[in-house]
């Protein structure tokens, strides 16, 4: 029997069901470090430490558990913030996987994109200021905008757009210091998108592409905006195997894993492709839903088989499209109702495939993922493009 250990800090349902598929494989009895563990837990036994993310901690709790349940196969988690705690306890207790270097690679954006920038990988130029005058001395050499975050950031909820002078101060918050800096770079522009992989012993052996509409940046910026994931149908052509090629050249020059990446990319209005960053987890709950609708694949199961088992099982074909649409309207204050909920189920009803209403009485969420979210599929892409723009025109939240 080989002793897996599935590291997680709270017992989101999203993370659970990444441990369901680890505990669904051949041979494996699957172990829990938690922060706060599930009381009906998918683990045959869990250890509860004060903080999941110290790697003093994960190797105390393993080293329990291996004293009971013998030698530790593999220790994996899903969270970003989570990778290079893990790669730094598996090299304490003598288990495989990514290295500390390799995760550290993914998880620090200045560490990868000076990376990626010495293999010739086209980057946003970028700073990792760690001082006011560092930052200003870059904006002065790129030009306005740019943007400001941490350098272990995900997503963009940590995010900044700077379009003037006056205001990269108030984006240089807290100060930066050399212990704590932030990273400053150059604005993308254009459209932007995803490729997910799997990876087994360094080779790809399955992609999947996405398309933003707009940049998730743009859809926090503005609070009306109602963001769309699309997973087109199609994702064959120059610009996919352009991007296919920069993918493969990111993970050869950041360490492979046996695993899941997510990486965004930039088209520029003058065609080239840029890479904005990588990270070596699966990609976010509802990307990852509507990746797997377009496949017809249990891809936690394949995350699950990659990260213990070094084995894939597809390729699976890509049948469908799909698309995400997060729900938001105008206002502030606490979510009041959903108008145009009739309309929209008359139209498109029978090809929203999962949903999640806005909840009366909620705070406005500000983040790009607004207060909910629907799904749609369809044979074709025209067809979800369509029943999506039935969504954006029919469905607005209401806010007081």
Not at 288 to 315: K, M, Q, S
């Amino acid at each position: 029997m080989r002793n897996v250990i599935f590291v997680a800090p709270f017992p989101m349902a999203a993370t659970r069901r990444f441990a369901a598929a680890i505990a669904g494989l051949d041979d494996v009895r699957l172990l829990g470090i938690w922060q706060r563990a599930p009381t009906d837990s998918e683990c045959a036994d869990q250890v509860v430490v004060s903080d999941a993310l110290d790697p003093g901690a994960i190797v105390w709790a393993a080293e329990r558990l291996s004293a009971q349940y013998g030698p530790i196969h593999r220790v994996v988690g899903i969270l970003e913030d989570l990778q290079e705690p893990l790669a730094e306890a598996r090299e304490r207790l003598g288990v495989p996987g990514p290295s500390v270097r390799t995760a550290r690679a993914y998880r620090d954006k200045a560490v990868m994109k000076d990376l990626l920038r010495s293999k010739g990988i086209p980057v946003a130029r970028h700073c990792l200021a760690r001082s006011m005058e560092e930052a200003y001395a870059f904006v002065q050499h790129v030009g306005l905008p740019v943007v400001v975050k941490p350098p272990a950031g995900a997503g963009a909820r940590q995010t900044e757009r700077v379009d003037r002078l006056d205001r990269l101060a108030g984006a240089l918050t807290p100060t930066p210091t050399p212990q704590r800096p932030l990273l400053v770079e150059e604005f993308l522009r254009g459209e932007e998108g995803t490729m997910e992989t799997i990876t087994i012993g360094g080779r790809i052996r399955w992609r999947s592409f996405t398309r933003y509409h707009p940049t998730p940046l743009e859809a926090m910026e503005t609070p009306w905006i109602q963001w769309v994931v699309l997973a087109p149908k199609e994702v064959s052509g120059p610009d996919y195997d352009e991007v296919f090629g920069l993918g493969a050249a990111v993970q050869d020059a950041l360490g492979h894993i046996d695993g899941m990446t997510h990486m965004e990319w930039f088209k520029r209005p003058d065609g080239s492709k840029v890479i904005g960053e990588i990270a070596a987890r699966p990609p976010g709950a509802q990307l990852f839903a509507a990746t797997e609708r377009v496949h017809g694949a249990d891809l936690r199961r394949a995350w699950a088989r990659a990260v213990v088992d070094g084995a894939f099982d597809g390729p699976w074909p890509r049948t469908t499209a799909a698309a995400v649409l997060f729900l938001k309207g105008t206002g502030s204050g606490r979510v009041l109702g959903v108008d145009g909920l009739a309309e929209a189920q008359r139209e498109v009803g029978s090809l929203v495939v999962e949903a999640r209403l806005p909840q009366a009485g909620s705070p406005r969420n500000t983040s790009y993922e607004g207060d909910g979210y629907v799904i749609v599929q369809h044979p074709t892409t025209e067809g979800v493009i369509e029943a999506v723009g039935v969504l954006m025109r029919s469905i607005r939240v209401r806010y007081g």
